[in-house]
């Protein structure tokens, strides 16, 4: 099997273009097939680290990304990608233990589905997470998350164009977590980031400051999808749920 397999069809070219990484030839195939006959644009590569350079050159507006990948495994993709990304990854696998669910999320995935897949289950996917746009940082003192709208500069935060008032604290943790945008960060590296709080692994410092930011930013359901808690691990800002 060649290294690299890219397809490509330009039906519409005005199509969103979805880039699907998987090594087995026949699947990605497959997959490619039934999203262009869904009315995508779709490139296919099969190893982990041409498809870091494709994602950065060609800038899809989602990612398959199946996690057992020659060179790379999806794990370590996503978690590179994610550092000029902004876009969502749906990862792919055979396996469906909750630790590799975890180290998905952790790795910055928006969402997982297990093999083997079902066209209509994968479809739904796609255009759920498509649905909910994509995160792109504006300048360095300003960061825009959908509706969210962060400023270092002037400490402020407009949440769909009205100013939500935040503490110091407060706006310190926002800005934290939106820098580390779909990466888990644990109770001991914000407490690391941040002065004038503290955390000795009992107190509940940094959970209580973690829910009065979420209930000031609209992030009230339950179990919470913009602010996610990920148990065991500490908390993680998803970057396209604004």
């Known amino acids: 099997m060649a290294d690299l397999l890219v397809t490509f069809t330009t039906t519409h070219s005005d199509a969103t ?3 699907v990484v998987e090594d087995d030839a026949s699947l990605a195939q497959w997959i490619s097939d039934f999203l262009i006959d869904s009315g995508y644009v779709v490139t296919v590569a099969n190893r982990g680290d041409e498809a870091v350079e494709m994602i950065r050159t060609d800038e899809p507006a989602l990612v398959i990304l199946d996690v057992n990948l020659p060179s790379k495994d999806g794990f370590e993709v996503c978690h590179e990608v994610r550092s000029f990304y902004h876009k969502p990854v749906l990862m792919l696998t055979a396996r469906g233990e909750e ?3 975890v180290s998905g999320i952790e790795a910055g995935a928006n969402d997982y589905l297990i093999k083997p897949v079902r066209p209509r289950a994968l479809l739904a ?3 759920s997470l498509l649905s909910r746009g994509e995160t792109v940082p504006s300048s360095k003192n300003s960061r825009i998350f959908g509706e969210l709208e ?3 500069e002037s400490r402020s935060v407009l949440m769909a164009g009205q100013a939500v008032e935040l503490s110091t604290h407060e706006f310190d943790l926002c800005w934290l977590l939106s820098e580390n945008a779909n990466i888990v960060m644990s109770r001991d590296d ?3 980031a941040m002065r004038g ?3 000795d692994g ?5 959970d209580i400051l973690v829910s009065r930011l979420r209930k000031k930013l609209g992030d009230t359901s339950q179990p919470p999808q913009k602010i996610k808690t990920v148990w065991g691990k500490g908390y993680m800002f998803v970057a396209d749920a604004w």
């Open 17 to 19: 273009h979805i880039m």
């Open 190 to 192: 914000m407490v690391g």
């Open 202 to 206: 009992f107190n509940r410092s940094v």
């Open 125 to 127: 996917r796609v255009q």
């Open 150 to 152: 962060i400023n270092a």
């Open 197 to 199: 709080i503290e955390y």
């Open 99 to 101: 630790s590799d669910e």
